[in-house]
């Protein structure tokens, strides 16, 4: 666990790898997505345990860079695979478990024609906790099953003021309220 300046724990630092092969870097894009999900599960399983109190987490996306500085003659009868010109190019990658055929065709597709390295790190896009939940827990909190059914005004659901989403008390006891069952807090 690391510690930022400004008081936010986040993982360990991952190292920046250049690589040339997308199944090495399809494997670095997935060590660093399941360390961050794994590190905030803990965190929201130790804040719901009260073994932890109210510290701020955060973990990151991975991210694929590529930068090249010519102008390739590129076989473009693909729409993907490679880069319009020069420049430096960049996505972050959200469950690459579901992507990995697509990535790493991407990947070496990009490595080919670019003859360049793909470069792998850990990017500055923070993962939204819900989306670290198992899926188990997400549907069990979109099913109603915890929370019952949502309130209805004027044929719309009724949903939390968007700052209170941000607020940690109130995260922490909506998460209580619907492991117990129970409907919305207030």
């Not at 697509?102 to 990017?123: C, D, F, G, P, R």
């Not at 997400?138 to 099913?143: K, N, T, V, W």
């Amino acid at each position: 666990m690391h510690e930022t300046p400004n008081k936010i724990l986040t993982p360990e630092p991952i190292e920046t790898k250049q690589i040339h092969d997308a199944n090495d870097a399809w494997e670095h894009i997935n060590s660093i997505y399941t360390s961050s999900i794994a590190f905030l599960r803990s965190k929201f399983q130790a804040v719901l345990t009260e073994q932890s109190g109210h510290q701020r987490c955060r973990a990151f996306y991975p991210e694929i860079r590529l930068t090249t500085t010519t102008y390739d003659q590129i076989d473009s009868r693909l729409s993907f695979g490679h880069v319009p010109g020069p420049g430096r190019y960049s996505i972050t990658v959200t469950r690459p478990d579901l992507f990995k055929n697509y990535l790493t065709q991407q990947m070496a597709l990009l490595i080919e024609n670019h003859k360049v390295a793909i470069e792998v790190a850990v990017s500055k896009t923070a993962i939204p906790i819900h989306f670290a939940m198992e899926l188990r827990a997400r549907l069990r909190f979109i099913s109603g099953a915890a929370l019952g059914p949502p309130p209805r005004t004027h044929g719309a659901p009724q949903l939390p003021d968007g700052k209170a989403l941000d607020d940690p008390d109130f995260l922490l006891a909506f998460a209580k309220a619907a492991l117990a069952g129970q409907g919305m807090p207030a």
